[in-house]
């Protein structure tokens, strides 16, 4: 990139490396009980055709603040009572670390982190390499790395993992003249400066009193961001939404029976667009079946997905779906 300083007038070139450069395909494991913590795991593999180690991965944007649990609150004024304050955020930010710890592992050499963004809602969970200079720099060309866990009692939907490669420092994107031209290049360099992967992570509550048609209605609203990320088709769409136009208000009326046949009836639609998604292969991942990224001239679209709905969109529904026939008392 080439510029003139508006200041000085001189000619400044800055060179920017994008990190994009790798390769991933990430293996989800989700496993759990009705009533306990879901445990999602990840196995992330840095394919041979990458060009740079994968040294960050972030499932981006789930929809979602994670409440802290007993949170103390800061009540002293930082102007009245600077001590007081200060020992009140220390305990309050060693409650949020604690917390942190709990739901989220990272493979040894490896830091985790919850990051929330309370304006827009979302949370996103990170994981990086460590400081130390014996940690690794990231998932080397070829190799894969484990132990990426989440501790959540949401059930999983389908979220995007944002994944970055190593590079050498590059020049950063600040300082950059502020025109429209500009400030267009910048959009369009960070939107391309990543791999999207979709990925199964913690994104439906349960509702707590548990109440099965509010389930299945955040099950519903969340299949309907499916067709923007090219999960289903406009046709299933409607087919699925027409299943939840009978399964809600089965539920809510008391229909043990019917509810219970229209959620085998949406596992039964899932399985005739996912042949090979047995019962065995419905939590876990294998190498044949991993996620790869999504192609880069679309931002949402994956490579041969099926035509009605692809397999890890099914994956999410049939996990909800047994979860809610699982608490219907017909057998």
């Not at 390769?23 to 795991?41: H, L």
């Not at 709990?102 to 963004?117: E, F, H, M, Q, Y």
């Not at 294998?286 to 994956?315: F, L, Q, T």
Request: aromatic share 8%; with cysteine; proline share 8%.
């Amino acid at each position: 990139m080439q510029y003139q300083d508006p200041e000085t007038l001189q000619w400044v070139r800055k060179t920017y490396v994008q990190q994009n450069a790798v390769s991933p395909a990430i293996q989800s494991t989700v496993s759990g009980q009705v009533s306990g913590t879901w445990v999602y795991r990840y196995k992330v593999t840095n394919r041979r055709d990458a060009k740079q180690l994968v040294d960050s991965f972030r499932i981006w944007g789930i929809p979602l603040i994670y409440k802290v649990p007993n949170l103390p609150p800061v009540t002293a004024s930082a102007f009245k009572d600077p001590e007081i304050e200060d020992k009140q955020q220390w305990d309050q930010l060693a409650v949020k670390r604690n917390f942190e710890k709990s739901i989220l592992k990272a493979p040894r050499g490896w830091t985790a982190a919850l990051r929330v963004d309370e304006q827009v809602g979302q949370t996103s969970l990170v994981w990086t390499p460590g400081l130390k200079d014996s940690d690794p720099d990231g998932i080397a060309i070829g190799r894969s790395q484990d132990g990426f866990m989440v501790l959540r009692p949401e059930l999983p939907g389908v979220a995007r993992a944002k994944l970055t490669g190593s590079t050498e420092e590059p020049w950063g994107l600040d300082h950059l003249p502020e025109t429209p031209f500009w400030n267009n290049k910048i959009q369009e360099i960070q939107s391309r400066d990543h791999v999207l992967v979709p990925v199964l992570a913690p994104v439906i509550p349960i509702p707590n009193p548990y109440n099965a048609a509010q389930l299945a209605r955040s099950l519903q609203a969340h299949t309907q961001t499916w067709l923007k990320y090219e999960h289903v088709n406009v046709e299933m769409q409607v087919r699925l939404n027409r299943q939840f136009d009978v399964l809600i208000p089965a539920l809510t009326s008391g229909h043990q029976r019917l509810a219970a046949a229209t959620i085998d009836a949406l596992i039964k639609e899932c399985r005739q667009h996912q042949a090979a998604l047995s019962d065995a292969m419905i939590e876990a991942d294998d190498p044949h079946h991993e996620s790869v990224p999504m192609p880069k001239n679309s931002p949402y679209a994956m490579p041969g997905r099926p035509a009605a709905m692809d397999r890890i969109a099914a994956r999410a529904l049939i996990i909800n779906l047994r979860y809610i026939r699982a608490r219907v008392n017909v057998r």
